[in-house]
C-alpha cells in the first residue's frame, strides 16, 4: 500500500502540461465512449466492468488471493468476450468517429432546398398517417445507405415529392413493403430491406417497421420515419432512439432541426479548405 502512495505523490511531482493535456484527451474519449453506450445493453456491461476493476485492488490489499485470481483472470478472458459479444456497438462507434473525422456527403447545404425536401416529406407522411397507410422513410445523413440499397432495393432517383411518396406506399403496390431512401433532394430508392435491431428492451406491440427503423438508426446516422398501418401514429427513430406520436408541424421542427445541426457540425473537405484559403489570399490582394 505504501509502494502505491509513493508512486502516486512522485507522478504528482513529475506531472507536466503534456501530461495534463493527455489527462485531459483520455478523458473526453472516455466521455464520448460513455455517450455511446448510454441507454444500450453495453452500458450494464460497462459497469460491470468498473466494478470488477474496483474489486481487484480492494482483493489484493485485503490479501483475498482467490478472489483476486478470479477477478484477474475474468478480465483477460472478458476482453476478447465483450469484443465478440457487442460487436453491433463496437461498429457503431467506429462509424460515428468516422462521421466526426470525414467529410458528410449527404447533408443538404442549402436552407430553401432543405425547406422544401422536408415539406414534401412531412406532407407525405400526414397524409399516409390520416389513412393509415404504413410506411417507413430514410433520409440519409453523413453515412451512406448504398449497400442498403444495393442488396434488395429498387433504384428510383427521382426528385422528393409528397405525391410520389404517398404513391409508393400504396398498398399492394411492388414497392410499398420496404424502407423508402432519400438522399438530398432524391428518392434514391425504394423496397429496401432494413436490418432489424436487436434491442429486447422495446415495446413488444412495436411491428417490423419499427424495428426497422430502430435497427437502421443504431447502424447509421440517418433520420428514419414511421408510419403505423395499425393506428396511423407518426414515429422518429434517430441514433438508436424511437420517439412517437409526431404532428405534421413538430415533425417538420425536429427535422430541419436536426439536418440543420449536423451540417454546421459538418468537417470541411481538403478541397473546401483550400478553396476558402484562396478565397481569403484573394480578398487581401
Avoid at 509502494?3 to 464520448?32: A, E, G, H, K, T
Wanted: proline share 1%.
Amino acid at each position: 500500500m505504501q509502494d502505491i502512495i509513493n508512486m502516486i505523490i512522485n507522478s504528482l511531482r513529475n506531472i507536466s502540461v503534456w501530461s495534463i493535456v493527455d489527462i485531459i484527451v483520455v478523458s473526453y474519449i472516455l466521455y464520448r465512449g460513455y455517450l455511446l453506450m448510454k441507454e444500450t445493453r453495453a452500458e450494464q456491461l460497462f459497469k460491470g466492468i468498473l466494478l470488477v476493476l474496483a474489486l481487484i485492488p480492494i482483493s489484493y490489499v485485503l490479501k483475498l488471493d482467490m478472489l483476486n485470481f478470479i477477478l484477474t483472470k475474468t478480465i483477460t478472458i472478458g476482453v476478447l468476450a465483450v469484443i465478440i459479444i457487442f460487436q453491433p456497438e463496437i461498429r457503431r462507434a467506429l462509424e460515428h468517429l468516422g462521421r466526426s473525422a470525414f467529410e458528410d456527403m449527404h447533408l443538404i447545404e442549402d436552407d430553401a432546398v432543405l425547406n422544401s425536401v422536408v415539406t414534401e416529406i412531412v406532407a407525405a407522411v400526414e397524409n399516409l398517417a390520416e389513412s393509415k397507410t404504413g410506411a417507413l422513410i430514410a433520409i440519409e445523413q453523413g453515412t451512406g445507405l448504398s449497400e442498403v440499397i444495393g442488396n434488395n432495393g429498387t433504384v428510383l432517383d427521382a426528385k422528393v415529392s409528397a405525391a410520389l411518396l404517398e404513391n409508393i406506399f400504396v398498398v399492394n403496390t411492388p414497392l410499398h413493403d420496404g424502407a423508402t431512401i432519400i438522399r438530398n433532394d432524391r428518392i434514391l430508392a425504394s423496397g429496401c430491406v432494413l436490418p432489424l435491431t436487436g434491442n429486447n428492451t422495446i415495446n413488444k406491440k412495436l411491428g417490423t417497421r419499427h424495428r426497422a427503423a430502430l435497427g437502421l438508426s443504431e447502424n447509421s446516422d440517418a433520420l428514419v420515419i414511421v408510419v403505423s398501418e395499425e393506428t396511423g401514429v407518426i414515429s422518429l427513430a434517430v441514433n438508436g432512439r424511437l420517439t412517437r406520436n409526431f404532428d405534421k408541424e413538430k415533425l417538420k421542427s425536429i427535422l430541419i432541426k436536426i439536418m440543420k445541426k449536423r451540417r454546421k457540425k459538418r468537417v470541411k473537405s481538403i478541397e473546401e479548405r483550400v478553396k476558402a484559403w484562396i478565397m481569403k489570399k484573394r480578398r487581401k490582394i
